[in-house]
């Protein structure tokens, strides 16, 4: 190449670069160096496809040069990339150059920056479409052209980021991003373009958006694409969420403090509760020494003294037994490990255990338990405590009549289900009252002079041991016929 050519393509006003037939550069002018953002040596032997060409053109790109080396020229306007990630428009012109012989030699490509022009055309083509539509939109609306600029932005939008409307036309959409989000931002808004659909962003992200005081505020985003006259655009719905996040952040605070009150209340009933057995079954014991009479004859009224205070200590001890139980589960540390037995054999012990009271009060107790049953595999303890306390609160508020307890299996393909049902006819509850019945340490009566004692936690104990047997507690009733309480597990066979 001769020195006046050479001074001619390095003094041009537009991009000149030569290269091979392989598309290596081996001339890169001024102006290119100025466009693009890259010295001639850091291009020099350089394939132009390695650091202009965004990934979604280079096959545009091929096609171009192919045409180049086929026809000997092709023109074409297309969208390429500086050194520092941003976008321009280029208007491309290659001419194929041949030797002294008539061969192919290089291709000169004249490279002229039109983003400017372009940008004005879709300013002017959005204006057109779409002028005041989305002034009546409560989010800020911007719609960024191929090349990462605003071409409108609404009156929404002016106001969050504190913009003059008309001031924004023309920016890179990334000076609406605070710094960490703007080396990437390119590169997202590109693939986004070459794929276009609808896409929304959520909280969970953490966006940010920059006001012009360099202020950050959170922020939701929709994007979505907008055809017109051939052109894709990219249509933002922006959300200003800083209200949304404070009442998160408030929820999220006042949820910790509930944990950590939830987990101080369950130490506080397991250091209780283990406090509390030791000095009760010592008096226990004792009173169960002296009920024997192994240390010299009782009167009548000295035994049934002595039973009183014993009955009474039993009760609380299952109290504190209960309260140690919940204060387990609710901690995740309950030890339920499973074994193979037959659910007739607890409801029996049950119905034993607590026939006295039954009796005492004179109901009927009945207990009816299907043929061939099929065993299960669960927890002793746990099944035999939800059988303690259902059948306990139905002789609790039964004053007459009786209280039943039914068996039933039914098997499923690859299972079975067990229904066992606590009956009574006692005083029965109302609908409202249902609705609480498993809450913890409620009673449906929270008076002080309310007839039937208790700390209210048995049926909220039982229904998170069903829980843990995979099963539930469900409740039929009617106010003054009575009530049915049907745990329902179900195992696979």
Same mark, same amino acid.
């Given at each position: 190449?001769?020195?006046?050519?050479?001074?001619?393509?390095?003094?041009?006003?537009?991009?000149?670069?030569?290269?091979?037939?392989?598309?290596?550069?081996?001339?890169?002018?001024?102006?290119? %160096?100025?466009?693009?953002?890259?010295?001639?040596?850091?291009?020099?032997?350089?394939?132009?496809?390695?650091?202009?060409?965004?990934? =979604?053109?280079?096959?545009?790109?091929?096609?171009?040069?192919?045409? /180049?080396?086929?026809?000997?020229?092709? =023109?074409?306007?297309?969208?390429?990339?500086?050194?520092?990630?941003?976008?321009?428009?280029?208007?491309?012109? #290659?001419?194929?150059?041949?030797?002294?012989?008539?061969?192919?030699?290089?291709?000169?490509?004249?490279?002229?920056?039109?983003?400017?022009?372009?940008?004005?055309?879709?300013?002017?083509?959005?204006?057109?479409?779409?002028?005041?539509?989305?002034?009546?939109?409560?989010?800020?609306?911007?719609?960024?052209?191929?090349?990462?600029?605003?071409?409108? !932005?609404?009156? +929404?939008?002016?106001?969050?980021?504190?913009?003059?409307?008309?001031?924004?036309?023309?920016?890179?959409?990334?000076?609406?991003?605070?710094?960490?989000?703007?080396?990437?931002?390119?590169?997202?808004?590109? +693939?986004?373009?070459?794929?276009?659909?609808?896409?929304?962003? /959520?909280?969970?992200?953490?966006?940010?958006?920059?006001?012009?005081?360099?202020?950050?505020?959170?922020?939701?985003?929709?994007?979505?694409?907008?055809?017109?006259?051939?052109?894709?655009?990219?249509?933002?719905?922006?959300?200003?969420?800083?209200?949304?996040?404070?009442?998160?952040?408030?929820?999220?605070?006042?949820?910790?403090?509930?944990?950590?009150?939830?987990?101080?209340?369950?130490?506080?009933?397991? #250091?209780?509760?283990?406090?509390?057995?030791?000095?009760?079954?010592?008096?226990? $014991?004792?009173? %169960?020494?002296?009920?024997?009479?192994?240390?010299?004859?009782?009167?009548? %009224?000295?035994?049934?003294?002595?039973?009183?205070?014993?009955?009474?200590?039993?009760?609380?001890?299952?109290?504190?037994?209960?309260?140690?139980?919940?204060?387990?589960?609710? =901690?995740?540390?309950?030890?339920?490990?499973?074994?193979?037995?037959?659910?007739? %054999?607890?409801?029996?012990?049950?119905?034993?255990?607590?026939?006295?009271? !039954?009796?005492?009060?004179?109901?009927?107790? =009945?207990?009816?338990?299907?043929?061939?049953?099929?065993?299960?595999?669960?927890?002793?303890?746990?099944?035999?405590?939800?059988?303690?306390?259902?059948? $306990?609160? !139905?002789?609790?508020?039964?004053?007459?009549?009786?209280?039943?307890?039914?068996? +039933?299996?039914?098997?499923?393909?690859?299972?079975?289900?067990?229904?066992?049902?606590?009956?009574?006819?006692?005083?029965?509850?109302?609908?409202?009252?249902?609705?609480?019945?498993?809450?913890?340490?409620?009673?449906?009566?929270?008076?002080?002079?309310?007839?039937?004692?208790?700390?209210?936690?048995?049926?909220?104990?039982?229904?998170?041991?069903?829980?843990?047997?995979?099963?539930?507690?469900?409740?039929?009733?009617?106010?003054?016929?009575?009530?049915?309480?049907?745990?329902?597990?179900?195992?696979?066979?």
């Amino acid at each position: 190449m001769l020195d006046v050519e050479r001074l001619l393509l390095a003094e041009a006003p537009d991009a000149y670069v030569l290269m091979d037939l392989q598309g290596h550069v081996i001339y890169w002018n001024r102006c290119a %160096e100025q466009i693009f953002g890259y010295s001639g040596e850091e291009v020099m032997g350089q394939h132009l496809n390695d650091f202009i060409v965004p990934a =979604e053109r280079r096959s545009e790109e091929e096609h171009v040069f192919a045409e /180049t080396i086929s026809r000997g020229r092709a =023109e074409c306007q297309s969208v390429r990339q500086r050194k520092d990630g941003t976008l321009l428009h280029l208007s491309v012109s #290659n001419k194929l150059l041949r030797d002294q012989a008539g061969q192919p030699q290089y291709v000169l490509s004249c490279k002229r920056d039109i983003s400017e022009a372009i940008l004005q055309r879709d300013i002017s083509l959005i204006a057109a479409r779409v002028h005041g539509l989305f002034d009546s939109v409560p989010d800020g609306i911007v719609v960024v052209n191929g090349l990462g600029r605003i071409v409108l !932005a609404n009156r +929404r939008a002016g106001i969050l980021f504190g913009w003059d409307v008309h001031a924004l036309n023309g920016q890179a959409i990334e000076i609406l991003l605070p710094s960490r989000f703007r080396q990437a931002h390119p590169q997202h808004m590109a +693939r986004h373009l070459s794929q276009p659909r609808l896409r929304a962003t /959520t909280g969970a992200m953490n966006l940010s958006g920059l006001r012009r005081d360099g202020q950050e505020f959170p922020v939701e985003i929709s994007l979505s694409p907008l055809e017109i006259e051939g052109e894709t655009f990219v249509v933002s719905a922006i959300r200003d969420v800083s209200d949304r996040k404070r009442i998160e952040q408030d929820l999220a605070e006042k949820n910790r403090a509930l944990q950590e009150a939830v987990e101080s209340r369950n130490r506080f009933l397991a #250091n209780t509760s283990h406090e509390l057995r030791t000095p009760l079954n010592a008096i226990l $014991g004792f009173t %169960e020494i002296l009920l024997s009479q192994m240390s010299g004859p009782l009167s009548p %009224e000295q035994q049934q003294q002595l039973q009183t205070v014993h009955d009474s200590g039993e009760h609380l001890l299952g109290l504190i037994t209960s309260l140690l139980d919940i204060s387990r589960i609710d =901690e995740g540390s309950s030890d339920m490990i499973p074994e193979t037995l037959l659910c007739s %054999e607890l409801i029996q012990e049950a119905a034993a255990a607590l026939r006295p009271a !039954a009796v005492r009060k004179h109901l009927q107790l =009945e207990v009816e338990l299907c043929a061939d049953e099929t065993a299960l595999h669960l927890n002793r303890r746990a099944l035999s405590r939800i059988l303690d306390n259902l059948v $306990g609160n !139905a002789i609790k508020f039964t004053e007459q009549g009786m209280v039943s307890i039914h068996l +039933r299996q039914q098997a499923y393909p690859g299972g079975m289900t067990t229904w066992i049902s606590v009956q009574d006819t006692g005083c029965g509850i109302s609908e409202a009252g249902q609705d609480k019945l498993f809450r913890a340490f409620t009673q449906l009566d929270a008076s002080a002079s309310r007839k039937h004692a208790g700390m209210g936690q048995g049926l909220y104990l039982s229904q998170k041991l069903a829980a843990l047997l995979g099963g539930s507690i469900s409740v039929e009733s009617q106010v003054g016929t009575g009530s049915k309480f049907t745990l329902c597990l179900e195992q696979p066979t």
